[in-house]
């Protein structure tokens, strides 16, 4: 699997959008980009992921460059609990190897009143 | 649906102990996983099972075994428990199809070993 890049961490006002970058220059032609997060002492959380088209759900929006070196992860309007570590990943989807996730350090996001 | 559940939320054992960690899950996933998680640390693939019956190691398997006699199930023993199995265990689950194979976690086993 690539390998991804984070910052460390960030912080968002309350209510505004919170956009979280990851780049993985290293991206091969079928590999995704996963995006989970992990609230406080709770097992981690499935948010989005795409391969080349920008997605959209409930939670999130992914967005993924042209050349797929770098992506984005919007929430549109983040809340207190939205702080959290969020995990960039990216992988064969439905790999045979185990099908492990590989969470690298992550972006710790503080959403602030 | 309640996704996938753990028991116990919490245990706390005596070096060279045993005992099993139980995952459930009610989505009908082929894919069963179990994870630990150490303070500040990612996430690492104890074992895992793409079926009923079947089980293989991940990166981390040794002090550890696992059965999955039911699709529905995944349970985790520890044999003879050590100080350095103290960790938090997550129990996640898949479908398995090209394109999409989102990981499903459950709340966690806070495992304490003295």
């Known amino acids: 699997d690539a390998k991804t890049t984070q910052p460390t961490s960030m912080d968002c006002a309350e209510g505004r959008a919170a956009n979280l970058p990851c780049n993985h220059s290293?991206?091969?032609?079928?590999?995704?980009v996963y995006w989970y997060r992990q609230i406080h002492s709770q097992g981690p959380q499935y948010i989005i992921h795409?391969?080349?088209n920008n997605e959209t759900n409930e939670m999130a929006s992914l967005i993924i460059t042209e050349d797929r070196k770098s992506s984005t992860l919007i929430l549109p309007h983040a809340t207190l609990r939205d702080t959290a570590v969020y995990y960039c990943?990216?992988?064969?989807?439905?790999?045979?190897?185990?099908?492990?996730?590989?969470f690298g350090g992550g972006t710790r996001l503080m959403v602030k009143p | 649906n309640a996704g996938v559940t753990q028991t116990p939320k919490f245990r706390v054992l005596k070096t060279g102990q045993s005992m099993t960690l139980l995952c459930a899950q009610d989505m009908n996933h082929e894919y069963m996983y179990w994870y630990r998680q150490d303070p500040g640390m990612g996430l690492r693939l104890i074992h895992y099972?793409?079926?009923?019956?079947?089980?293989a190691k991940g990166e981390v398997p040794d002090g550890y075994n696992v059965s999955r006699l039911k699709k529905q199930n995944f349970l985790l023993g520890l044999e003879s428990a050590a100080p350095s199995q103290t960790s938090v265990y997550f129990c996640?689950?898949?479908?398995?199809?090209?394109?999409?194979?989102?990981?499903?976690f459950g709340p966690g086993t806070r495992l304490t070993v003295l």
């Open positions: 996640a689950s898949s479908l398995y199809r090209v394109g999409t194979d989102t990981q499903y």
């Open positions: 795409g391969l080349k």
């Open positions: 099972s793409v079926g009923e019956g079947t089980t």
């Open positions: 990943i990216v992988r064969v989807a439905g790999n045979n190897a185990g099908n492990m996730l590989t």
């Open positions: 290293t991206i091969s032609g079928n590999e995704y």
